[in-house]
């Protein structure tokens, strides 16, 4: 389950990919071993992110 700050940057991240950038998001998940938040997007699968616990971006 995501924390509430990986929660906040996934609504942010979400807004600017999808209404500012129009890329489509294509897979949001916990990695079990770290507890961060992946999110892959791009048209061609080229955009990550990952977002710790606290909310940090990496």
Known sequence: MPTVAQLGCL???SYCLTYL???PILLVCIDGRTQNLYILAGQNEEIEFEVT???EVL
Do not use: A, E, V
């Open 11 to 13: 609504y942010r991240i």
């Open 21 to 23: 950038l129009f890329q």
């Open 53 to 55: 616990p606290d909310g």
